[in-house]
């Protein structure tokens, strides 16, 4: 570790705390109904989208209507996805003449760009169609994300609220989130990547002539465009398949830090709005210290065992850092600082390759995601995740001294209890059950490119990726199969819907309840003791659940690799 690459990690550190504020005032206004710079030029459009929908803004809804739009919305996202893909051979705009993609890498990618995961088992630049990215992979990355940020929104009405009975309107949430956040931030940044060299083309590939005369295609397109959601909608799917390592997506480290300070924005800033909407901004700072302690062990860890390097590299007389599978634009630092911030937000973009980590660096990201990505976490998810752990916290803090639980103002019973904990263990059960089945079945095993604890650890990459609604891989594992298509598909609906669903439901339940006035008694939520419990409880559920694991993969890898044995 060098003096320089902390100064890095601070820097990013920094630009994030000092977005968080700005960023979450307007996020507040826009979701309040409030008037914005935007209102006269978007007020109209909004408006109008409301009278074709057929709802108004001063429509509410009960958490199950609520739940009940999502859930058709996201299915139809799903089915124009899906066949979006299945046509694309006979679709305009298809210069490279793609062919269809076959149905299993179909509903893959189908259910993991409308989850918000982008796990990809395809090549962007040569599978998908220029109008398959732009209708349907950039769409769903701005539906998905609005999608997250408006279960957050509803969450924090149901513990805010002083009593009701609706928690907002889908749809208005929806179009808001979409019309004042995303789309306005997304034309900003998909400028100034283009200015910075990133292509935003629907002009074919690009034919040259190489320095030794060889004939190469050279792949461009609408990149820009989507790189801006797929890392302010914590998205993560690259369009080319290097992802944020291929020059063309990330191609300085002007671009980088951009890129990287728009993964944490949204998540960080939504810490704000939950201040914010409960009149108390010190309990928002309260959940960010409570990532932001997480996040700097993180990378603490991950930047120390990549600077370290590896033990067998060093036994060869070779010493320094472990630069394997790193773009040397970014070095150590700056790569290990990135796998632990899309690891930490539900967003899977890579500018290393996450397979070539050592086994201590590459532990931290699947801890990460194993922990649910709470540290700040996906757009929304972040915010609703550490949710569920705070309800297990003030559980805990009640049982220890005696009282019935409360979190601002509101009773939390045994029905919150049951939803967050259903929340909570819906994870494990998607990640461990297809890890333990994939390693001992044969075509589970005859995708993994190394033995032992390394190929584990792959396969539990993949299965806590895709839960996690990440995307992010070890590349070793080959999963555009049946098998991997298929499993890690159903992983990706099991994290997003089973964590989803048991979230409105404690909006609705809390939402309901009359507010609680404080008393001497009242655990306070908003100081260090809070913020140490919460940090505990969400270690020690995550330990308990997937130490076990972690242990056969990682851990064993990294022993072995001290000890000079190798898989």
């Known amino acids: 570790m060098t003096f ?4 890095q990690i601070l820097v990013y550190c920094g630009i994030v705390v000092l977005l968080v504020k700005p960023l979450g005032g307007y996020m507040h206004r826009v979701f309040g109904g409030d008037r914005t710079f935007l209102s006269p030029i978007l007020g109209p459009v909004e408006r109008s989208l409301y009278r074709i929908s057929g709802t108004s803004e001063r429509e509410e809804q009960h958490w199950t209507t609520y739940a009940a739009a999502l859930l058709f919305f996201n299915l139809a996202g799903f089915l124009v996805l899906y066949f979006l893909q299945r046509l694309q051979g006979s679709l305009p705009y298809n210069p490279a003449g793609m062919s269809a993609v076959e149905p299993g890498l179909a509903f893959n990618t189908a259910a993991s760009f409308m989850t918000n995961t982008n796990w990809q088992n395809y090549g962007g630049e040569s599978t998908m169609s220029y109008l398959v990215e732009m209708a349907g992979l950039t769409v769903q990355n701005f539906l998905s994300a609005a999608t997250g940020i408006a279960i957050a929104i509803a969450l924090i009405r149901g513990f805010t609220k002083a009593s009701g009975k609706s928690i907002g309107n889908f749809w208005v949430d929806m179009t808001r989130c979409t019309l004042y956040l995303l789309l306005p931030l997304c034309i900003v940044l998909t400028l100034v990547y283009v200015y910075l060299g990133i292509p935003q083309t629907l002009s074919a590939y690009l034919d040259a002539t190489t320095l030794e005369g060889a004939r190469q295609t050279i792949a461009v397109g609408p990149a820009a465009s989507q790189i801006a959601i797929k890392m302010l909608g914590t998205n993560g799917g690259g369009f080319f398949n290097a992802n944020a390592a291929h020059p063309f997506e990330n191609p300085d480290a002007i671009s980088n830090l951009i890129q990287m300070a728009s993964i944490f924005a949204i998540g960080a800033a939504l810490t704000n709005v939950f201040g914010r909407m409960n009149g108390n901004q010190r309990q928002g700072w309260a959940i960010l210290t409570a990532m932001a302690v997480l996040f700097i062990a993180g990378v603490a860890v991950c930047y120390w065992a990549e600077a370290s390097g590896n033990p067998l590299v060093h036994a060869l007389g070779i010493d320094g850092g472990n630069m394997e599978g790193k773009e040397t634009r970014f070095g150590i630092a700056l790569s290990a600082l990135f796998a632990v911030i899309t690891t930490a937000a539900s967003c899977g973009a890579v500018n290393a390759m996450h397979d070539s980590f050592t086994a201590l660096g590459g532990m931290i990201p699947i801890i990460n995601m194993q922990l649910g990505e709470v540290i700040v976490g996906g757009v929304g998810a972040g915010l609703y995740g550490i949710l569920m752990y705070i309800v297990i916290a003030v559980f805990v803090a009640g049982l220890m001294v005696g ?21 909570i263990l819906c994870l494990p059960l998607a990640m461990l059950i297809f890890t333990a089945i994939a390693v001992v079945l044969p075509t589970g095993v005859a995708s993994m490119a190394n033995a032992g604890p390394h190929g584990f650890s792959e396969v539990l990459y993949a299965y806590t990726s895709a839960a996690a609604n990440n995307g992010s891989a070890f590349g070793g594992l ?7 298509n298929i499993t890690l598909g159903i992983g990706m609906l099991m994290g997003r819907f089973l964590v989803i669903i048991p979230a409105l439901a404690i909006a609705g339940s809390l939402v309901a309840k009359k507010t609680v006035p404080a008393s001497a008694g009242t655990f306070p939520t908003d100081g260090p003791l809070f913020v140490g419990l919460l940090v505990g409880v969400i270690l020690i559920v995550g330990g308990l659940t997937f130490f076990p694991a972690l242990a056969v993969g990682p851990i064993v890898e990294h022993l072995a690799g001290i000890h000079g044995q190798t898989f």
């Open 4 to 7: 320089n690459g902390w100064i």
């Open 403 to 423: 009282r019935t639980p409360e979190y601002l103002g509101k009773k939390i019973e045994a029905k919150e209890i049951k939803m967050a904990m259903l929340a």
């Open 478 to 484: 080959t999963g555009n199969t049946p098998w991997y």
